[in-house]
């Protein structure tokens, strides 16, 4: 990771909804506190119930957050993007990691330490309510993926993920809409609770009808308006 340099910092920091509100002098101060860390694609930043001793700002890049279950099968319950908050968990709750955090691709991040957070949210109150937002949007994400998994079928819930990932990663290209973000199909399975083997054979059938194709391990969408009327016909 290239050295930043402290306007750099703060001025990542100030793009970040929690730091938004500080000022220059307030920014200054929690630059001071800030760590750069690099990841590989596929490295771990922490394992869960590790010791949460730091709070982290994603620069650059896209992070999971997932656990694993007894038969060694992961569940994926959200991923992350530049400007979002992660750690921020075991700060309110046990000090412990709640689930296993690895970059998806080439990461950059801000790491602040536990003291320096938890003085930084004493002083600025505000920030706290944000913080509570990001807990409600991790919870409902979670929530999502449980009644998904739970009431919906694998073509549905994929359908729901593909659109999701278009909206966020998403460039129109000719052919449709290719989602810059790199998964292999294991990692799809991941998202949304099935095998490998089942998202290949769903991915098959909509790539042998026109749905979608494969561009060097990108999702190209030929058909969005096929997925959109799928993901919404049992979400309504």
């Known amino acids: 990771m290239p050295i930043l340099t402290r306007r750099e910092k703060r001025t990542l920091l100030a793009r970040a909804p929690l730091f938004s509100g500080l000022s220059d002098r307030e920014l200054d101060a929690l630059v001071e506190a800030c760590r750069p860390v690099s990841l590989a694609p596929r490295e771990e930043l922490c394992h869960k119930d590790d010791e949460g001793d730091r709070v982290y700002l994603v620069v650059r890049g896209t992070l999971k957050a997932l656990t694993t279950s007894e038969e060694g099968d992961d569940i994926v319950f959200n991923t992350m993007g530049p400007g979002e908050v992660l750690g921020e968990i075991a700060f309110l ?5 709640s689930a296993t955090v690895s970059a998806i691709t080439e990461s950059e991040l801000l790491a602040i330490g536990r003291k320096d957070f938890l003085i930084f949210l ?7 309510a944000e913080l509570l937002m990001v ?25 729901k993920k593909l659109v999701h990932y278009a909206s966020v990663y998403g460039d129109e290209v000719e ?10 199909q294991e990692e799809w399975g991941d998202l949304v609770g099935a095998t490998r083997e089942s998202i290949n054979k769903q991915m098959r059938q909509w790539h042998e009808k026109g749905v979608l194709s494969f561009d060097s391990g ?11 009327q799928l993901a ?3 979400i309504d």
């Open 175 to 184: 052919g449709g809409v290719r989602i810059n973000l790199k998964l292999s």
């Open 122 to 128: 004493k002083n600025h109150p505000e920030a706290s």
């Open 93 to 97: 709750g046990s000090g412990r990691r």
């Open 232 to 234: 919404g016909c049992d």
């Open 135 to 159: 807990l409600a949007d991790r919870v409902r994400h979670l929530s999502e993926l449980v009644e998904d998994t739970l009431f919906l079928n694998l073509p549905v819930r994929l359908a």
């Open 218 to 228: 990108y999702v190209l969408i030929a058909r969005p308006e096929f997925l959109e």
